[in-house]
């Protein structure tokens, strides 16, 4: 019984990486004044990125930084369309998001020559998920992350541009700039996202992410847009999916089982939604007045 147990809790802190890493990052992106809708994109072209990165040159690090500077890349590009070009953001991370679905299509059948998935990987295998970077990655992140936010003066920039831009603009503060920062964040943690599922599974298929980059952007919202609440939220999150997991095999009819999470999801957020307050000027363009 204390073996199983300790298997699930395992299981629990593996299946949380992915939504703790991208929900902070979403945080840092929605705190800054930019709804990040692209999360989704950004988490699988991560994926591709460090599937791409490690067969071809057998290093889990090169493939990790591959993922990142993938994640990067798009990030630029959302932040490039929303926050320079003034695009409507709900609208942009859709268009990323299919986008980064049809290119990671055409890199498969390009690359390793099937458009459902790549070669095998190695990927990270160790016994325990304390062991794993990225698992260390995601745990510093929600703590260095709540302190960068509350404790320092970037962080007080970031949020003052997605609370009032006008009146961070009229002190100072270069706001486009820290929208592009908020959002280059959210990139970055989102592709390392990726590139744990992608070790974790040893190969990328297509579409891989699988609407976590949906429920990560749930998880921050249920965390009142805090890294710590959103870490929370995401463990609220991974109980629920290994709960899928282990009821799969008993009486509960599968198609009930695999909706648990998205029906606990909409439960939470309903109860949560209208107890937070979101940034004010979140997925409000920025446009700053000349005289």
């Not at 709900?90 to 059948?109: C, P």
């Not at 949020?159 to 009032?164: D, H, K, L, V, Y």
């Not at 100072?172 to 908020?182: E, K, P, T």
Request: charged share 10%; proline share 3%; glycine share 10%.
């Amino acid at each position: 019984m204390g073996l199983e147990t300790l298997v699930i809790f395992f299981q629990i802190l593996r299946i949380a990486v992915p939504y703790t890493l991208t929900s902070v990052g979403a945080t840092f992106s929605e705190r800054g004044g930019v709804v990040n809708l692209a999360l989704e994109g950004m988490m699988l072209v991560g994926a591709f990125g460090a599937a791409w990165g490690q067969y071809s040159t057998g290093s889990a690090f090169l493939g990790v930084l591959l993922a990142c500077f993938c994640g990067l890349v798009v990030a630029l590009l959302f932040a490039f369309v929303t926050v320079t070009l003034k695009a409507d953001q709900i609208v942009a991370g859709i268009a990323i998001n299919i986008l980064v679905m049809g290119s990671t299509r055409f890199g498969l059948s390009l690359l390793f020559g099937s458009s459902m998935n790549s070669s095998r990987i190695a990927g990270v295998d160790v016994a325990f998920p304390f062991m794993d970077p990225l698992f260390i990655v995601s745990v510093v992140s929600v703590f260095a992350g709540q302190w960068i936010l509350f404790k320092t003066p970037f962080g007080l920039r970031l949020r003052a541009s997605g609370e009032s831009a006008e009146t961070a603009d009229s002190a100072g503060v270069n706001v486009d700039r820290m929208r592009y920062a908020g959002v280059v964040v959210s990139g970055v943690l989102s592709a390392m996202a990726g590139a744990f599922l992608v070790f974790q599974q040893h190969t990328f298929t297509d579409n891989m992410s699988a609407g976590r980059g949906y429920m990560a952007l749930a998880a921050m919202i249920i965390g009142k847009w805090t890294p710590l609440g959103a870490a929370l939220a995401s463990l609220m999150f991974a109980v629920t999916e290994s709960m899928e997991i282990w009821l799969q095999s008993g009486w509960i009819p599968s198609q009930v089982v695999q909706s648990l999470p998205y029906v606990i999801t909409l439960v939470v957020l309903a109860g949560f939604v209208g107890k937070a307050n979101a940034p004010r000027d979140a997925g409000k363009p920025f446009e700053k007045h000349r005289q």
